[in-house]
């Protein structure tokens, strides 16, 4: 892709020694209705992007390329920008260099079909992108059967949430969740040190919910409430809330004007 580009800006860059026709304003219309780039008039721009690799461990920077009507005529805007991925303050790119281009009337036919060409090759290039959880190797468990299953997921880790009951506290970790909603190991690291170091007695099971249930032989399951466990069967516990204030409101500050009032207290 940053060939291609490159090729592009060296296109542009040999425009520059050729000057564009002028056209009364009766004509004007019908040459854009014609031209190649015709749908740049006006106020609407075409802006390529590309990114540079500098030969170095951690430098790189990025151009453009600005397709645009100047007194209508067809200009190509190149701009340099420096900018380092070693830059951490996340601080707006400076430009170090811009210059503008006038594109030969004659050679915007090619032009249009360069950028088809590499709007094609483009899409061509095909990188796998498929995420996928790595869940534990099911070791074997042990329950009481005549306690109650307190179910923890990825969402609910809340080391005081029934600390008061003695019960089976099971760390439920769904294979068919995860397909869906992928978390890196890091998260599944962080997950699983915290639920045991905060949690007690916590034992993991890797299944889904509904195949729980249908083994789950003692007591009915209680679970905290979250938009994923809809079709969860069982005792849905509430969620913990910051404000008492659960009414809707179109704007925030509406719902945070009653919110401030439980600070306030």
């Known amino acids: 892709m940053k060939k291609p580009i490159c090729l592009l800006l060296i296109l542009l860059v040999s425009f520059q020694v050729f000057s564009q026709k002028k056209f009364p304003k009766s004509e004007y219309r019908k040459m854009i209705e014609q031209h190649a780039f015709g749908s740049i008039f006006e106020r609407y721009t075409l802006v390529l992007t590309a990114y540079f690799d500098d030969f ?26 420096d900018k380092s991925c070693q830059d951490t303050n996340y601080a707006k790119p400076k430009i170090i260099k811009t210059d503008t281009y006038l594109v030969q009337e004659s050679k915007a036919e090619n032009s249009q079909e360069y950028l088809n060409l590499l709007m094609k090759k483009s899409l061509e290039f095909y990188v796998p992108f498929a995420l996928k959880t790595a869940l534990l190797t099911q070791k074997e468990i042990v329950r009481d059967e005549a306690l109650p299953p307190h179910i923890y997921n990825f969402y609910n880790l809340d080391p005081i949430w029934g600390e008061e009951i003695v019960a089976n506290r099971i760390l439920l970790l769904e294979p068919t969740h995860f397909e869906q909603y992928p978390i890196t190991q890091n998260s599944i690291d962080f997950m699983l040190q915290f639920s045991e170091e905060n949690i007690s007695n916590i034992q993991i099971y890797i299944v889904d919910f509904e195949a729980f249930n249908k083994v789950n032989t003692s007591t009915a399951i209680y679970y905290k409430e979250h938009p994923l466990n809809n079709d969860d069967q069982g005792i849905e516990e509430a969620r913990d809330w910051v404000f008492d204030e659960k009414s809707y409101y179109s704007s925030f500050f509406s719902f945070w004007k009653k919110c401030k009032k439980e600070l306030e207290c």
């Open 56 to 81: 170095c461990e951690f430098g790189a920077h990025d151009e453009t390329i600005e397709l645009i009507r100047i007194d209508k005529k067809l200009s190509a805007i190149a701009r340099i920008y």
